[in-house]
């Protein structure tokens, strides 16, 4: 009889501001992995960016993202996050669907804040010595937890506080993650480092992202003296709010302001064709707009350090040997509008907010390509372990698809995107930021007879068990404009610019600093400043090259959207009461691949 082999060691690197893990590496050899040099089994690296679109320009400004891992790799132009807010990316890791169910739990988990009256989840706690019998984090739809998958840029989770910071989460065997009681920062921050607390400064070395690169780099050299494969998860926390650029980078894009695309400020015109809330919104003045100019401005230089990072991270694998056997995934979690549709924030179902950039280099993947194949945050997972050459444990229970067969340039993949995918689901199942803590308030089935997402969305509670303020703020938004000036008129009573809570961060005084010094209105900076989308949605988006499809439908409680991104790629003629009517025929499309 064979010797029975022992399971393989697990190596990580755990930096959620840089957050890296072993991806459990079995005993199998993925065909992928031939194709590295020695046969090596591949390294994994997953870059992770806060808040960076792809519509907008969020990847124009990078030269070296274009000279490693564009000119060296594939450029997917069409990876769409199917929850366009913070911490969903961090669940679509570990678990097989995007169903909303799914998404509420994971999104009151990972994302927004992890209030302890928080629906169905009991409350945040690890056990301390002695306390084992208290419950732990649960994990979502009864799947067992898989701590090493968790992982929220840039921090683990949104209420990992000091209060939290002793606890190292299984599978990860190192540990550098967020863990301030003020949240992440560019500047002034904590980590849990194994555990162990370590404060930042503000002094030049101490921005977050060079000190992200500097343990990456460190991870990588230290990785080279062991002979296991590793995973590598490191999550900047570029280009989110307060955009505080370093020292050496500010003002390196002076001047440069928000292409005037047709959604940006969109006109009457085009706002009265659409269905929700944003009908009602004022149009952008212009002291607010240069506000909105200087954060894309500062957005963009934020994100020249996590273009050093990816040239630290390239030189360290090169000069190490490692840079044949290793794949790099750089992407962000959600995108982010600065005035489109007249709305700063993210959160909506349009472009601005769900098109990602995303870049992958690696053994076999084509140089120098732009992919058209429609990809999103859920395909993920199933990519990452079929290159590691580990069993899906989840397979066939997966909305992800593995992108292995386009990264390793299989020809009929290449040659027809739609063998991939032909539909990708949006969605945003709660409300926003006040009240999606606390429960999940659905988009109801306008039509029974012809709900295209049925089977992704749970049924509608009835209204009457929920507040009436809470329905009106989901299901109109109309008190949006007047919420949003009283929290304008709130904060200039004040004195702070701060309407939305990052007062509390040392980069937030800085960047209040530098709109001062650029004589930028507080009044103005403060209307540009909102992040809230208060309305629910279920969206679909269509893209089939074999029909010459790019569709965008989407479901609001209160109408319907349709667009045309071939001729309408900003997302301005509603096109639903001209579109003819097929009833169910977009189910099939929904569900990923055409028969």
């Given at each position: 009889?064979?010797?029975?082999?022992?399971?393989?060691?697990?190596?990580?690197?755990?930096?959620?501001?840089?957050l890296a893990?072993s991806?459990?590496l079995?005993s199998?050899?993925?065909?992928?992995?031939?194709?590295?040099?020695?046969g090596?089994?591949?390294n994994i690296?997953?870059?992770?960016?806060?808040?960076?679109?792809?519509?907008?320009?969020?990847?124009?400004?990078?030269?070296?993202?274009?000279?490693?891992?564009?000119?060296?790799?594939?450029?997917?132009t069409?990876?769409?996050?199917?929850?366009s807010?913070?911490?969903?990316?961090?669940?679509a890791?570990?678990?097989?669907?995007?169903?909303?169910?799914?998404?509420?739990?994971?999104?009151?988990r990972?994302?927004?804040?992890?209030?302890?009256?928080?629906?169905?989840?009991?409350?945040?706690?690890?056990?301390r010595p002695?306390e084992?019998?208290?419950p732990?984090?649960?994990a979502?739809?009864?799947?067992?937890?898989?701590?090493?998958?968790?992982?929220?840029?840039p921090?683990?989770?949104?209420?990992?506080?000091?209060?939290?910071?002793?606890h190292?989460?299984?599978?990860?065997?190192?540990?550098?993650?967020?863990?301030?009681?003020?949240?992440?920062?560019?500047?002034?921050?904590?980590?849990?480092?194994?555990?162990?607390?370590?404060?930042?400064?503000d002094?030049?070395?101490?921005?977050?992202?060079?000190?992200?690169?500097?343990?990456a780099v460190?991870?990588i050299?230290?990785?080279?003296?062991?002979d296991?494969?590793?995973?590598?998860?490191?999550?900047?926390?570029?280009?989110?709010?307060?955009?505080?650029?370093?020292?050496?980078?500010?003002?390196?894009?002076?001047?440069?302001?928000i292409?005037?695309?047709?959604?940006?400020?969109?006109?009457?015109?085009?706002?009265?064709?659409?269905v929700?809330f944003?009908?009602?919104l004022?149009a952008i003045d212009?002291?607010?707009?240069?506000?909105l100019?200087?954060?894309?401005?500062t957005?963009?230089?934020?994100l020249?350090?996590?273009?050093?990072?990816?040239e630290?991270?390239?030189?360290?694998?090169e000069?190490?040997?490692?840079?044949?056997?290793?794949?790099?995934?750089?992407?962000?979690d959600?995108?982010?509008?600065l005035?489109?549709?007249?709305?700063p924030?993210?959160m909506?179902?349009?472009?601005?907010?769900?098109?990602?950039?995303f870049?992958?280099?690696?053994?076999?993947?084509?140089?120098?390509?732009?992919l058209?194949?429609?990809v999103?945050?859920v395909?993920f997972?199933?990519?990452?372990?079929e290159?590691?050459g580990?069993?899906?444990?989840l397979?066939g229970?997966?909305?992800?698809?593995?992108?292995?067969?386009i990264?390793?340039?299989?020809e009929e993949?290449l040659?027809?995107?739609?063998r991939?995918?032909?539909g990708?689901?949006?969605?945003?199942?709660?409300?926003t930021?006040?009240y999606?803590?606390h429960m999940?308030?659905l988009?109801?089935?306008?039509?029974?007879l012809?709900?295209v997402?049925?089977?992704?969305r749970p049924?509608?509670?009835?209204?009457?068990?929920?507040?009436?303020?809470?329905?009106?703020?989901?299901?109109?938004?109309?008190?949006?404009?007047?919420?949003?000036?009283?929290?304008?008129e709130k904060?200039l009573?004040g004195?702070?610019?701060?309407?939305?809570?990052?007062?509390?961060?040392f980069?937030?005084?800085?960047y209040?600093?530098m709109?001062?010094?650029?004589?930028?209105?507080?009044?103005?900076?403060?209307r540009?400043?909102?992040e809230?989308?208060?309305?629910?949605?279920?969206?679909?988006?269509?893209?089939?090259?074999?029909?010459?499809?790019?569709?965008?439908?989407?479901?609001w409680?209160?109408?319907?959207?349709?667009?045309?991104?071939?001729?309408?790629?900003?997302?301005?003629?509603?096109?639903?009461?001209?579109?003819?009517r097929?009833?169910?025929?977009?189910?099939?499309?929904?569900?990923?691949?055409?028969?």
């Amino acid at each position: 009889m064979a010797p029975r082999r022992s399971p393989p060691r697990l190596r990580a690197l755990a930096l959620p501001v840089l957050l890296a893990a072993s991806v459990g590496l079995g005993s199998q050899r993925s065909q992928a992995a031939a194709a590295s040099v020695a046969g090596k089994r591949p390294n994994i690296i997953l870059i992770l960016t806060d808040d960076q679109d792809a519509h907008t320009g969020g990847d124009w400004h990078m030269p070296k993202l274009r000279k490693y891992l564009a000119s060296e790799g594939a450029n997917f132009t069409i990876d769409v996050a199917n929850y366009s807010r913070c911490g969903k990316l961090c669940c679509a890791l570990p678990l097989p669907h995007h169903h909303p169910d799914w998404a509420v739990r994971a999104q009151q988990r990972c994302g927004g804040r992890l209030g302890r009256d928080a629906g169905r989840l009991p409350p945040l706690h690890h056990p301390r010595p002695g306390e084992e019998d208290r419950p732990g984090l649960p994990a979502a739809g009864g799947l067992p937890h898989r701590p090493r998958w968790q992982a929220e840029g840039p921090q683990y989770l949104n209420q990992y506080t000091t209060e939290f910071a002793y606890h190292v989460p299984p599978g990860w065997e190192r540990w550098f993650a967020i863990a301030g009681d003020k949240g992440p920062d560019y500047y002034q921050w904590t980590v849990s480092d194994q555990g162990v607390l370590r404060r930042f400064g503000d002094a030049e070395e101490d921005y977050s992202t060079d000190v992200v690169a500097r343990e990456a780099v460190k991870f990588i050299r230290e990785a080279q003296t062991d002979d296991r494969p590793f995973f590598l998860y490191t999550t900047p926390y570029a280009c989110h709010r307060p955009h505080v650029p370093a020292r050496r980078h500010i003002d390196t894009f002076k001047g440069l302001k928000i292409p005037r695309v047709p959604s940006w400020n969109e006109s009457d015109e085009h706002l009265s064709k659409k269905v929700s809330f944003l009908r009602g919104l004022p149009a952008i003045d212009e002291d607010t707009a240069a506000a909105l100019d200087y954060e894309y401005q500062t957005r963009a230089e934020t994100l020249l350090a996590v273009d050093d990072l990816i040239e630290d991270l390239i030189q360290a694998l090169e000069e190490t040997g490692q840079l044949d056997d290793t794949y790099i995934f750089y992407t962000a979690d959600n995108g982010f509008k600065l005035g489109h549709h007249r709305i700063p924030g993210k959160m909506s179902p349009y472009d601005a907010d769900v098109r990602l950039p995303f870049y992958v280099r690696g053994p076999g993947v084509p140089h120098g390509v732009e992919l058209t194949h429609l990809v999103g945050n859920v395909d993920f997972s199933p990519t990452w372990l079929e290159l590691a050459g580990v069993p899906d444990p989840l397979a066939g229970h997966r909305d992800g698809i593995s992108l292995v067969p386009i990264l390793r340039a299989d020809e009929e993949v290449l040659a027809d995107p739609d063998r991939h995918r032909v539909g990708i689901l949006i969605e945003k199942p709660a409300t926003t930021g006040g009240y999606d803590k606390h429960m999940p308030i659905l988009t109801p089935v306008r039509d029974p007879l012809d709900d295209v997402f049925e089977g992704y969305r749970p049924v509608l509670l009835p209204n009457a068990t929920w507040p009436a303020e809470i329905l009106d703020w989901e299901h109109q938004g109309r008190n949006f404009p007047a919420t949003w000036q009283a929290y304008v008129e709130k904060g200039l009573a004040g004195g702070v610019a701060d309407p939305i809570g990052y007062s509390s961060m040392f980069g937030y005084m800085l960047y209040c600093n530098m709109t001062r010094e650029r004589g930028l209105k507080l009044e103005a900076v403060m209307r540009a400043g909102n992040e809230d989308f208060p309305s629910a949605h279920y969206g679909l988006c269509v893209v089939s090259h074999r029909l010459g499809l790019k569709l965008k439908y989407i479901e609001w409680p209160d109408g319907r959207e349709l667009y045309d991104l071939h001729a309408d790629p900003h997302e301005v003629d509603n096109l639903f009461e001209r579109a003819p009517r097929v009833r169910g025929g977009q189910a099939l499309m929904l569900r990923g691949r055409p028969g």
